[in-house]
């Protein structure tokens, strides 16, 4: 652990603390950032009158839309000079949210960014192989400076390409790799294609994250890179990567830090808090952020918390994976889908390698859903088909069965019929870098 005494803290002293920090934010937003005064002023919220955890319900939300109504720095507590860094969101839905950092905030992004990379299995000396984006996106600074912080040794090889990396990863022996899901995913075959076995690989642990993943992913990467691959969870707007982390140990769950940000999982429609167990909208207050300090912020992103204590010893709450984004949500024939839900199908169908894209299309006035998936290398093999068109299906019985199995079990699962098309191995999209995109939305 990076800071043992913090992560392993007892739930009674972890809610003091919180407690007085959440004081703390209440009166230092309603000072200095005019939008919580008058957002506060509205809901009639005093915030002398704020004591504890139980009054958090009280206080109102912040939006996504909020941050874009205040761009791009409207929403800063302190003087712009005294912003040390800005970041963006990549904007994967919409125009970029900005976002500020102190000093100290640097410190503790790099504080958090540290405990998460020791909870993933990374130790001081180990290299760092840092495949995010450096730039405005979060990813690669965040690391970096959270693998500084710990005393590893960083490459600062940011996402792309792919030769340049293999080639570094194969001469510069790196312990640990970061990056996307669907990024490991394309280094996991590029090795494979040059015939460079997962052994031969100097990679023991990969902290991969920024986009939703599922165990069948997780499946490939570790057997692809040879590595054990944790979970890593966050959102620029509360401070980037680094939010919460899997331990290597378990890997049931991303224990989220806690002393830094104050979780809550509520009702996606009413917005009440839900008890643990239960899926909702992930909302954060960030409780000492000093630059864009948030009361509450909606992620949008779909999941559940668990206080049941983990067996790595580390007390913060853990956070399942998430499900979804309420932006990412498809609504297809008035059926509510989230892609992870489609690709949870696929871990349990083992002809299917974890390569598919979703596509939507209105036809008149009807939604028509397309999974195109691929078979796995082996299966392929084995029907001794060249390609795979609808009329190859069509006609041999294995691959057209597979299809159909598919299909009953997204329309059993889900409620929602989808064409099914068997794409040969190599044919969906990769992600070349970045976040990949794995819907196609033609309506909009
Ligand atoms: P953008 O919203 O433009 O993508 P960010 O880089 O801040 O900007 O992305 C944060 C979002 O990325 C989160 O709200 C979440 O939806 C997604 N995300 C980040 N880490 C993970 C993860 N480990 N699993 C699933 N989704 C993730
Ligand atoms: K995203
Ligand atoms: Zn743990």
Redesign the pocket.
């Known amino acids: 652990m990076y800071q043992p005494e913090l992560e392993t803290l007892p739930r009674e002293k972890l809610r003091a603390l919180q407690e007085e920090r959440l004081r703390r934010l209440v009166a230092y937003v309603y000072e200095r950032v005019p939008f919580y005064k008058k957002l506060l002023d509205e809901a009639g919220v005093d915030p002398k009158g704020i004591r504890g955890l139980e009054d958090l319900p009280r206080l109102p939300f912040t939006k996504?839309s909020d941050l874009r109504d205040h761009y791009p720095f409207g929403l800063f507590a302190v003087p712009r000079e005294e912003v040390a860094r800005i970041h963006a969101?990549?904007?994967?839905?919409g125009k970029?949210?900005v976002v500020g950092y102190t000093k100290n905030d640097l410190k503790v992004f790099a504080e958090v960014v540290a405990r998460s990379l020791a909870a993933a299995g990374a130790r001081p000396g180990m290299m760092l192989h840092n495949a995010y984006g450096y730039g405005l996106?979060?990813?690669g600074l965040g690391l970096h400076g959270g693998a500084e912080a710990l005393g590893m040794t960083v490459v600062p090889v940011s996402g792309g390409m792919t030769e340049r990396q293999v080639l570094l990863i194969q001469d510069f022996r790196p312990e640990v790799i970061a990056c996307t899901?669907s990024y490991a995913q394309t280094l996991a075959e590029e090795f494979k294609r040059r015939g460079v076995s997962p052994e031969a690989l100097s990679l023991e642990y990969a902290v991969?994250?920024?986009?939703?993943?599922t165990e069948a992913i997780r499946k490939q990467v570790d057997e692809g890179l040879g590595v054990r691959s944790t979970?890593?969870?966050?959102?620029?707007?509360i401070i980037?990567?680094g939010v919460?982390n899997e331990c290597v140990e378990e890997r049931q769950g991303?224990h989220i830090w806690e002393d830094h940000f104050l979780p809550e999982v509520v009702d996606p429609d009413t917005g009440e808090p839900l008890p643990e167990g239960k899926v909702g909208v992930l909302v954060f207050t960030t409780l000492t952020k000093e630059a864009m300090p948030l009361l509450r912020y909606w992620?949008?992103?779909l999941t559940f918390l668990t206080y049941e204590a983990c067996a790595c010893g580390r007390t913060h709450v853990r956070m399942g994976?998430?499900l979804g984004?309420t932006?990412?949500m498809l609504i297809i024939r008035g059926v509510n889908v989230y892609p992870t839900q489609v690709e949870a199908i696929l871990l349990d169908i083992p002809e299917v390698a974890p390569y598919y894209q979703i596509v939507v299309r209105r036809e008149g006035t009807l939604d028509e859903a397309e999974l195109k998936v691929e078979v796995t290398e082996a299966f392929f093999r084995e029907v001794g088909q060249k390609a795979l068109s609808d009329e190859v299906v069509e006609a041999d019985h294995r691959l057209h069965a597979l299809r159909e199995k598919i299909a009953r079990r997204i329309k059993e699962t889900i409620g929602v019929s989808f064409k099914v098309t068997l794409l040969a191995p190599g044919e969906a999209p990769r992600s070349e870098g970045g976040?990949l995109k794995r819907v196609l939305d033609l309506r909009k």
């Open positions: 996504k969101s990549s904007g994967t839905t970029p949210t996106f979060t990813g899901p991969l994250g920024a986009e939703p993943w979970n890593i969870y966050g959102l620029s707007e980037g990567p919460a991303s992620t949008g992103d994976p998430i984004r932006d990412d976040k």
